[in-house]
């Protein structure tokens, strides 16, 4: 990619993250950036973000429990 091209998608990339920030999307750069790259390869963004909102509102997994044979005694 030359420079300029460069530039040019960084700078995108700078003005959507702020707009994402300002809508409260709660997305970071790279996760922006990937979503943008999904959409420029041809994907709904309207099913994208309606998998982005799934996700969202999924409970975190919990942490593994531990088990009796890895406590050491």
Excluded: W, Y
């Excluded at 909102?53 to 593994?64: D, M, V």
């Amino acid at each position: 990619m030359d420079p300029e091209a460069a530039r040019t998608a960084r700078e995108s990339l700078d003005l959507a993250f702020h707009m994402s920030n300002i809508l409260d999307t709660g997305l970071d750069r790279h996760t922006l950036s990937v979503l943008i790259a999904l959409c420029d390869l041809g994907l709904n963004p309207e099913a994208l973000a309606a998998v982005v909102k799934e996700l969202q509102s999924e409970p975190p997994p919990s942490p593994p429990l531990p088990t009796s044979s890895s406590q050491i005694p």
